[in-house]
Each structure stands twice: as C-alpha cells, then as structure tokens.
C-alpha cells in the first residue's frame, strides 16, 4: 500500500545536527511532492518546507532557510531532511507528507512521525 | 506570510451534535485550503481539499465551505471517533504553506 516510514527516534546534544529519513513505497517517488512538517509537544503544526523528489527543487519557510537541507536518493525512494544547530526549542515531532497535485497539493499521505529530541 | 486563524480554539461537543469549525486567513487565498483530523499521538488525516471536496474514504457527516478569507467545516452529527484536533491549512502561498493553530473537540 502507499506509505511512507520514516526513521527512528533520535536524541541530540544542542548545536549538533539531525538527519532524518522517509522512505516512500506504493507510489512513484518522483511524481509527488515531500513536505516536512514539525509538531512540538502539545503545540499545533508547523510547515518545514518542501521538495521536489524529481528535480531535486526545494522551498523552506523563512524560519528555517539557512538551517534546513531537504534532498532525496530517488533509486531508495527516500527523502531526508536535515537541521542543524539545533536547540531546545526543535524538541518536536517531525513528519513527512506527500503534497498530491490533484489534490491542490494537500498532504494526503503522512509518515509515522520521527521524536527528535533536543538535550545537553 | 499568509496567516490563519481557527474559531474556537477548544470546543466540548456532544455525541450527535452539529459542529462549525472555522478558520480565517490573512489575506484572500481564493478555495487553497485544506482540513486535516489529528489524533493523539497519530499523524494528521485530510479530510477535505480545495476547501469543499472531501477526500476519498471520508465519511460525508464531514463538510466544507468558504472561498476567499472566510472557510468553516462542519460535522453534521458528531461520532465518538471524531473527538480529535482539528487544522486547516492554506496551499495559496506557494511554497509558504501554513496551518492555523488546531480546533481542539472533546466530549462534554
């Protein structure tokens, strides 16, 4: 069926980096968007930014441009998402989600969820 | 940024009752928006895309309205599995998409 896993919980030092996975199947990876989607503890959710799994294309909100890097290994259908320097305050759950073009783009398939968590 | 703004932040429902959900955007996002469901500990589910067109597989108890800045959806007759949290997202701004801030329902 059409999925998407992502990888395990991690748990990182402060301005250290986090590299996190989501493995498309189901589907072919290159025609539908990745998006990345935080969600902190007990707090709503919180767009990241977006990647084009065939051209490689990228777009972050303006909060996270210059500490978020989104690229993808299309022969694995796996697209990472990587932050770094980070603080406190990335505590969250973070989510991949495909963005369907017929769908207006709207994220109809999400992953399971990755816990990073952030503490010296 | 285009901002969004759900009313009310925290409803308490009964079993079978009508409920209006409703988020107001910023500026004039024409029919982007989508609601999504979110249970605990659970991704988001969408419900509803291009704010009227409910997604495949969800029941029609759930509905969507609104174009422009004003959008509101309803669930006709409340089920105990629709005590959740509850977003819309606007898709107008491209690629800035944001979420408003979640329409908590619990039971009363």
């Known amino acids: 069926q059409v999925q998407l896993v992502q990888s395990g919980a991690e748990v990182k030092k402060p301005g250290a980096s986090v590299k996190v996975s989501c493995k498309a199947s189901g589907y072919t990876f290159t025609s539908y968007d990745i998006n990345w989607v935080r969600q902190a503890t007990g707090q709503g959710l919180e767009w990241m930014g977006w990647?084009?799994?065939?051209?490689?294309?990228?777009g972050y909100a303006q909060k996270f441009q210059g500490r978020v890097t989104m690229t993808r290994n299309t022969s694995i259908s796996t697209a990472y998402m990587e932050l770094s320097s980070l603080r406190s305050e990335d505590t969250a759950v973070y989510y991949c989600?495909?963005?369907?073009?017929?769908?207006?783009?709207?994220?109809?398939?999400w992953g399971q969820g990755t816990m990073v968590t952030v503490s010296s | 940024d285009i901002q969004l703004t759900q009313s009310p932040s925290f409803l308490s429902a009964s079993v079978g009752d009508r409920v209006t959900i409703t988020c107001r955007a910023s500026q004039g996002i024409s029919s982007y928006l989508a609601w999504y469901q979110q249970k605990p500990g659970k991704a988001p589910k969408l419900l509803i895309y291009a704010a009227s067109t409910l997604q495949s597989g969800v029941p029609s108890r759930f509905s969507g309205s609104g174009s422009g800045t004003e959008f509101t959806l309803t669930i006709s007759s409340l089920q105990p599995e629709d005590f959740a949290t509850y977003y819309c997202q606007q898709l107008n701004s491209y690629p800035g998409w944001t979420f408003g801030q979640g329409t908590k329902v619990e039971i009363k």
């Open positions: 989600a495909r963005g369907t073009p017929w769908l207006q783009d709207a994220f109809d398939i």
């Open positions: 990647m084009n799994p065939n051209s490689g294309n990228t």
